[in-house]
């Protein structure tokens, strides 16, 4: 029965069921017997023991003296106490002449042992039963005396709890910690190991004698092996680097540091303060994520073909080295006629050629050097000198690098011959930027192209000026002043026999001031170096369409167009608008294109085929004075050839230029492609263009450039002649 508010016995409801489980004592329970004895002895009573209900099952964990023999159901009295979580307390007349006390044992939330009095409603995990001989009800000492006692008990279990839990928790950390894929590491304020796992371990080499609690950090840092510093600390020093981290712990940040180790694996690592001045560090092994990052900052300061510096990188390497004391050599060089080598033997044949050439450069300088491939057939070679070096060094490198172009490349049972060209500039560190320094080298390359290739040129004194007058006229060749300082003229195409005009080709002219005249040729020069050339050519288009409105409708209009308008994807689109705009046919417009133009021939040829489906002609410029005009001529169906000037200048005096412009006529004929003689300029350069068969010319004798009002004119004379 269970003792009620007021002292009395009363009959325990046992309607529910009794704790058992989780929620009962383990019988490992170390303090099981201590618990019995202890009973026995605070309330002097003929025995005791500790019970709980298992899995249905009732279970003595410890017992001490005999009285529970004579206890009638035991069992149920120890149920009845777990069910309810009340002491009960069964008196003399009912136990045939003995005092019975069961004292519930609780238990607190999940996991956590605590001790309760009566009326905590936590359930109980076991019952202490005591059995005195007496036959008196218990006196308020020996309610005290229980009370205390089952608070002892109750805390004998949470301390036993407390331990089971913390074993628990210790296991399934150190399950936890040998699972992650990362390293783990605590230390105590003295930089002391407490805490880590075999990631650690493993992942820094670790001398295996060192893995032990109280190893000094400076211990296990001498023991895995790397002497490139501490990454994200900026130093090699030990000292310094723990002066760094706990000063950045003390202001409560994460500190973040890593460390490249002898072996080349990389490891980050992330330290967390702990409230004792401790510390704990996650370790990551970001070796892939590093060296993924190297390859692609590497891959953006290279050249993908040849794995030379890249542009990026050559002005770069300038930019650190021009802040140093000494002398820098900035050589350009190119290769000459590159295209033809692609022509004649293919892009595979041209990669070869261009690989070969990285090759030969670096053979030719120091590791220090600086060799870049800064695009196409493009190469340039950075050299920093001491000041007190041979002011012949940089001459003795051009001449090196050309000569050594003279070996002989064997492709595919061929021998490709090539040269290249190089202009160089010397200057000392501090005084020229980036910019003045290639300009200047850029136009010594200029210089020995001019000169015929295969050469050196250096700059010096004597170019400054001419430079200049470079770089003047590339400032006055700008987008907003076209209409102020250009204009376009134009040049008839005369049909030979009926001497009738049939087409005017385009021609720029400057139209600014006197004193800074630009002759055609810089004027486009200008453009190009500047790079509005390709808006210089779009205006000319547009103006000379406009033009072309107050023309007889029977003539075309034509017009030169650059590589650079040629390589852009729209301009066949741009080509489109400008007729839109100046409502004209396409059969009305003729562009003419030379074989630069089609340096990059799957783009150009693409766009011109864009350009011919639209109804516009297309001739080819200055035929017969490059490598590929015939392969051209099976790759695109032209409309129109153009013999170049020289060949029609020595048509009346030289036999090999007589047959060269014959078999060009002869070809056309035979390909239905129309031909035109440019250059004609005496009448005996007419006279022998007749007699050859060509139907068409243009030259000085036939008519120069003129404005647009003379074109009226002229027209219009000659349909009054008509």
Not at 507 to 523: C, F, H, Q, T, V
Not at 583 to 607: H, K, M, Q, R, W
Not at 659 to 667: A, H, P, Q, R
Request: glycine share 8%.
């Amino acid at each position: 029965m269970a003792e009620d508010s007021h002292g009395k016995l009363v009959q325990p409801d046992t309607g529910r069921q009794p704790a058992e489980g989780a929620n009962s004592i383990s019988v490992d329970f170390p303090d099981k017997r201590a618990v019995v004895d202890l009973a026995v002895a605070s309330i002097g009573c003929q025995g005791a023991a500790l019970s709980t209900i298992t899995q249905g099952q009732h279970k003595i964990l410890a017992s001490k003296g005999d009285g529970f023999s004579k206890l009638h159901d035991h069992e149920k009295l120890v149920e009845s106490v777990l069910t309810t979580g009340q002491r009960l307390v069964v008196e003399p007349d009912q136990t045939g002449g003995a005092l019975f006390v069961g004292l519930p044992l609780h238990v607190g939330g999940p996991g956590v042992m605590t001790a309760h009095d009566r009326a905590n409603s936590t359930k109980p995990v076991g019952v202490l039963s005591i059995m005195c001989s007496r036959r008196t009800v218990l006196t308020a000492d020996d309610s005290r005396t229980l009370a205390n006692l089952q608070s002892i008990l109750n805390s004998l279990l949470e301390r036993q709890d407390v331990r089971r839990i913390a074993a628990e928790r210790q296991s399934e950390l150190k399950l936890t910690l040998e699972q992650m894929d990362q390293g783990i590491t605590v230390f105590d304020a003295d930089a002391r190991l407490t805490l880590w796992n075999q990631r650690y371990i493993e992942m820094f080499d670790v001398d295996p004698a060192l893995a032990r609690k109280g190893s000094s950090l400076r211990e296990l840092i001498g023991s895995q092996r790397h002497e490139n510093g501490f990454e994200g600390f900026g130093t090699k020093d030990y000292d310094d680097m723990l002066s760094q981290l706990r000063e950045g712990l003390a202001r409560g940040e994460t500190v973040e540091g890593g460390v490249r180790l002898n072996n080349g694996r990389v490891i980050s690592s992330i330290h967390t303060a702990m409230p004792d001045g401790g510390w704990v560090a996650t370790h990551s092994d970001i070796t892939e994520r590093v060296l993924a990052q190297e390859r692609a900052e590497r891959a953006s300061l290279h050249d993908g073909m040849t794995d030379l510096a890249n542009r990026t990188k050559f002005n770069m390497e300038f930019e650190q080295r021009n802040q140093q004391d000494g002398r820098l050599v900035i050589m350009l060089i190119d290769i000459d006629h590159f295209k033809a080598v692609n022509d004649n033997y293919g892009h595979e044949a041209g990669d070869t050629v261009i690989m070969s050439v990285a090759e030969r450069l670096k053979s030719c300088v120091r590791s220090t050097d600086v060799v870049a491939r800064l695009g196409g057939d493009e190469f340039a070679i950075l050299v920093q000198l001491k000041a007190e070096a041979n002011s012949d060094v940089a001459q003795s490198l051009a001449d090196k690098v050309v000569k050594r172009m003279d070996e002989k490349l064997r492709f595919k049972g061929a021998v490709i011959n090539f040269s290249i060209s190089v202009g160089y500039c010397e200057t000392i560190t501090g005084q020229c930027d980036l910019e003045s320094a290639l300009s200047r080298a850029d136009f010594a390359l200029y210089k020995a192209k001019k000169d015929g290739r295969g050469r050196y040129q250096a700059f010096d004194d004597s170019n400054a000026s001419e430079l200049q007058r470079s770089k003047k006229m590339r400032a006055l060749v700008k987008q907003d002043t076209y209409a102020e300082t250009l204009t376009v003229h134009y040049q008839p195409m005369v049909c030979l026999q009926t001497a009738k005009d049939y087409c005017f080709e385009a021609l720029i002219r400057w139209n600014g001031s006197k004193s800074e005249y630009m002759a055609p040729i810089d004027i486009i020069q200008a453009a190009e170096q500047n790079g509005s050339i390709g808006s210089l050519g779009n205006w000319v288009l547009n103006q000379a369409l406009k033009d072309h409105q107050g023309w007889d409708g029977t003539t075309r209009i034509a017009v030169n167009v650059s590589p650079r308008q040629l390589g852009n994807s729209g301009f066949a689109a741009q080509v489109l608008a400008a007729l839109h705009r100046w409502n004209l046919p396409p059969e009305s417009l003729e562009l003419e294109v030379t074989e630069t133009a089609l340096l990059d021939e799957s783009a150009s040829i693409a766009e011109l085929r864009k350009i011919k489906e639209l109804g516009v002609q297309i001739a080819l410029d200055d035929f017969g004075t490059g490598y590929s005009s015939l392969t051209l001529l099976q790759h695109f169906a032209f409309d129109k050839l153009k013999i170049d000037r020289s060949f029609v200048k020595l048509v009346d005096s030289d036999t090999l230029s007589h047959e060269i412009v014959g078999s060009v006529l002869e070809l056309g004929r035979k390909l239905k492609i129309e031909t035109i003689a440019e250059g004609i300029e005496t009448e005996r350069h007419l006279a022998a263009m007749k007699s050859l068969g060509c139907n068409m010319g243009q030259g000085y004798l036939l008519g120069k450039p003129m404005p647009k009002q003379h074109v009226a004119e002229r027209l219009l004379a000659a349909e009054k002649v008509a």
